[in-house]
C-alpha cells in the first residue's frame, strides 16, 4: 500500500514550493518592507523604543576619500554648492592671509585679528576681509616660542627657545625683561599684572606668583612644591582667581580647586572626569571646561559651571559634545558658545589630543540656557571638497563672524550673518 505513494515526487514539490515561498519572502524584504530600523513612530520616538539621538550625529565617523592625506574631488557628481553665510551646511571658510599665523588673538576693537608670522618674526593686525594688513611693530622676533596676550591686547608676554621672557608694549614700542624663572603667564583683568609660575632649582622654591607688567613688585602667592604640574595659572576675568588645582578624586574624578590673589580659600569644582582644561566667560561668572572619562572613551566632553563667588561649582551641566575649549568661543552676552567640533574623534584623544589634529572639523552654536545644539557651519572651499581642521576660535564682538586657524596656522573665517 505505502510502495504504491511515489513519496520521492512529494518531497521533490514540498521543497520546491518552500524553495519559492522563501524566494518570495526575501524579495518581498528587499524590495517592498517597510524599513523601520532608523525611522521615528508616528509619535516622535524610535521604533525600538531606545531614546532619540540628541547628538544629532556630533562626532560621528565619517567615510572620507583620501590620496596621501590630500582631499579626492568626485566627479559626475552634483554637489551642493557651498554658501556664503552660515545655514547649516557647507560653508565658505576663505584664509585671510596665505601665510602661516602664530599666537593669533582678536584685536582690541574685535573685529580685527592680529597674530605672529615665524617667518618674518613679525606680528600684524589684519581687517576682517584681509585686505588690509598693518605691522603692529617694526621690531622683529626671532625664536618666540610662547605669546600670552593681556586683555587690552595691547601688551604680550613673549616666551623664547632659549628661556628668556619679556612684557612688551605694542602702544610704545617698548619692552622689560622678566626673571626667567617664570613660566605659564596670565594677565589680569586690566592689563596691569601677570600671574605666573616660579620654578626654581628645587621643588620647594617652586611658586605661584605675581608681578607686575613692568616687572616690578614681585611677589609669591602659593607654594607649588611637587605639584607644579597639577597647577593651571588662568587669571578669571573677575580677577578673583589667579590659578586652578588639580586634585584626583578616584581613578573617574577630580576636584578643580580655585587659588585666589590673596591666599582665599574658595569652594571647588568636582568634575565627573580627568584631564580638566577650562576657559572663563567674559564675566568669570562662568567656566567652559572639559574633562575624558571611562564612559566618553577618554574623548573629551563638555561641560560649564558656575565659577564665581559663592556660586562656585553649582550648576554644572554637561553640554553633550566632544571638544575642548580653546576651539570654542562665547557670545557677548555669554549665553550662546560657538565650537569647533572634530568628526571621528577616536577612542582615547582626551589623553593625546594630538590624534585630533588632522581631522575635519564642523561648528556647532550651542544654548547655554537649554543645552540645545544646532549644527552651523561645515567650513569649506569654493568647490566644497576641503575639510578643514581647527586649532583656535575667536568670535567677533558684533557676532556676525567666526575666525579660527586650521592645522596649516592659516587664519580662516565664516560668516554667520550677511
Given at each position: 500500500m505505502f510502495?504504491?505513494?511515489?513519496?520521492?515526487?512529494?518531497?521533490?514539490?514540498?521543497?520546491?514550493l518552500i524553495a519559492i515561498f522563501i524566494i518570495g519572502l526575501l524579495l518581498y524584504m528587499a524590495f517592498f518592507a517597510p524599513d523601520t530600523s532608523d525611522q521615528d513612530n508616528q509619535n516622535g520616538q524610535p521604533a525600538n523604543g531606545a531614546l532619540p539621538d540628541v547628538n544629532g550625529g556630533i562626532n560621528r565617523a565619517v567615510?572620507?576619500?583620501?590620496n596621501g592625506g590630500a582631499a579626492v574631488r568626485i566627479t559626475n557628481v552634483s554637489l551642493p554648492a557651498p554658501t556664503a553665510v552660515a545655514n547649516g551646511g557647507k560653508t565658505l571658510a576663505p584664509a585671510l592671509v596665505d601665510t602661516q599665523s602664530r599666537f593669533l588673538s582678536l584685536a582690541g576693537n574685535g573685529?580685527?585679528?592680529q597674530y605672529f608670522d615665524p617667518l618674518t618674526g613679525k606680528f600684524y593686525k589684519i581687517d576682517r576681509t584681509g585686505a588690509q594688513r598693518t605691522l603692529m611693530t617694526d621690531q622683529t622676533f626671532k625664536g618666540v616660542d610662547e605669546v600670552s596676550?593681556?586683555?587690552?591686547?595691547e601688551l604680550a608676554?613673549?616666551?623664547?627657545?632659549?628661556?628668556?621672557?619679556?612684557t612688551y608694549d605694542f602702544r610704545t614700542n617698548s619692552q622689560v625683561t622678566l626673571p626667567s624663572e617664570?613660566?605659564?603667564?596670565?594677565f589680569s583683568p586690566d592689563s596691569s599684572t601677570l600671574a605666573a609660575k616660579f620654578i626654581g632649582p628645587n621643588e620647594g622654591d617652586n611658586w605661584l606668583a605675581i608681578i607686575n607688567a613692568d616687572g616690578s613688585e614681585a611677589r609669591v602667592i602659593e607654594p607649588l612644591g611637587e605639584k607644579v604640574n597639577q597647577v593651571t595659572v588662568n587669571w578669571s576675568p573677575g580677577a578673583q582667581v589667579v590659578a586652578t588645582y588639580q586634585q584626583s578624586i578616584n581613578a573617574e574624578r577630580q576636584?578643580?580647586?580655585?587659588?585666589g590673589i590673596q591666599g582665599e580659600n574658595f569652594k571647588s569644582i568636582e568634575t565627573s572626569g580627568r584631564g580638566f582644561q577650562g576657559m572663563y566667560d567674559q564675566s568669570g561668572a562662568r567656566l567652559l571646561y572639559s574633562v575624558h572619562n571611562s564612559s566618553s572613551a577618554y574623548n573629551p566632553e563638555l561641560f560649564i559651571v558656575q565659577s564665581q563667588g559663592e556660586n562656585i561649582g553649582k550648576n554644572n551641566q554637561r553640554l553633550g559634545v566632544n571638544t575642548?575649549?580653546?576651539?570654542?568661543?562665547?557670545?557677548?552676552?555669554?549665553?550662546?558658545?560657538?565650537?569647533?567640533?572634530?568628526?571621528?574623534l577616536p577612542r582615547g584623544s582626551g589623553l593625546y589630543p594630538e590624534l585630533a589634529d588632522a581631522l575635519p572639523y564642523e561648528f556647532y552654536q550651542i544654548d547655554i540656557a537649554s543645552g540645545t545644539r544646532q549644527l552651523l557651519a561645515q567650513p569649506t572651499d569654493s568647490s566644497g571638497t576641503a575639510q578643514y581642521s581647527v586649532n583656535k576660535v575667536f568670535l567677533s564682538a558684533q557676532g556676525d563672524m567666526l575666525y579660527f586657524s586650521d592645522s596649516q596656522g592659516l587664519i580662516r573665517t565664516i560668516k554667520l550673518q550677511s
Open positions: 510502495e504504491s505513494i511515489p513519496w520521492r515526487k512529494i518531497i521533490y514539490v514540498a521543497v520546491f567615510d572620507t576619500n583620501t573685529v580685527d585679528m596676550w593681556a586683555p587690552n591686547k608676554v613673549m616666551t623664547f627657545k632659549d628661556g628668556a621672557n619679556i617664570l613660566q605659564e603667564f596670565s576636584e578643580i580647586i580655585p587659588l575642548w575649549p580653546d576651539k570654542c568661543s562665547f557670545s557677548s552676552n555669554a549665553n550662546t558658545v560657538y565650537c569647533a567640533v572634530p568628526i571621528g
